[in-house]
């Protein structure tokens, strides 16, 4: 006999809620120590899930700390579309993403542990910041604004210049990481095609306020 539908949707938010809190419990182990010594046991414990649902919702801890991995650059991103909401000209979204990144490590030091834990090279992913980069080169290209011929050589560029200058913030927190950003931004933007003048305008231009 098919489930009645009030009950299916009650089914199917209690299990999204159970997976959200194994995904916030992961991110959780991820941030304090890279969840090398976690075990499932305390995982489940930690979101206050029973063992048995955890085997509902992942295979094992690496298809665990991959979602876990996945939800923290999304907010991430989602946060830096958020700042960036209204800004239409690709070349400046992009060197606003650049210069946003470089503040993770204060405003979201849990995302920023999570990378560092976990590998910063994720950050390249398919989720989060890649797809937003991918975006902005290709309206640019198509607008004219860039004069790269092969977007895949830079994104590449894109994403090696990222890493380093989220490795800068990991392993030299007293470094400028507001200047060293502008300065990537900068150079990523002429790079791309745009004149030395403009990249610079770009790339010290003030971001839009916090919401």
Not at 80 to 106: F, H, I, K, T, Y
Not at 178 to 184: E, H, L, P, R
């Amino acid at each position: 006999m098919p489930m009645p539908a009030l009950r299916r949707n009650r089914f199917e938010r209690r299990r999204a809620e159970t997976r959200q809190a194994l995904v916030r419990a992961a991110r959780q182990v991820l941030a304090e120590s890279g969840g090398v010594s976690a075990s499932i046991h305390a995982i489940a414990e930690c979101a206050d899930v029973g063992l048995g649902s955890f085997y509902n919702h992942f295979t094992g801890k690496p298809d665990l700390f991959d979602a876990a991995v996945a939800d923290a650059l999304e907010e991430y991103a989602q946060a830096v579309d958020e700042r960036l909401q209204g800004v239409d000209d690709p070349a400046e979204r992009l060197a606003g993403g650049v210069r946003l990144s470089a503040c993770m490590a204060e405003s979201y030091p849990e995302i920023m542990q999570i990378l560092c834990h976990s590998q910063l090279g994720r950050i390249c992913a398919g989720d989060g910041l890649a797809p937003r980069a991918k975006r902005d080169v290709e309206e640019g290209m198509a607008a004219g604004r860039f004069t790269v011929v092969d977007p895949a050589i830079a994104l590449t560029v894109l994403n090696g210049s990222l890493l380093a200058l989220l490795e800068l913030s990991c392993n030299q927190p007293e470094a400028d990481s507001d200047q060293a950003a502008g300065t990537m931004a900068e150079m990523i933007l002429h790079m791309l095609g745009l004149s030395p003048d403009e990249a610079r305008d770009l790339a010290r231009r003030p971001l839009p306020a916090a919401a």
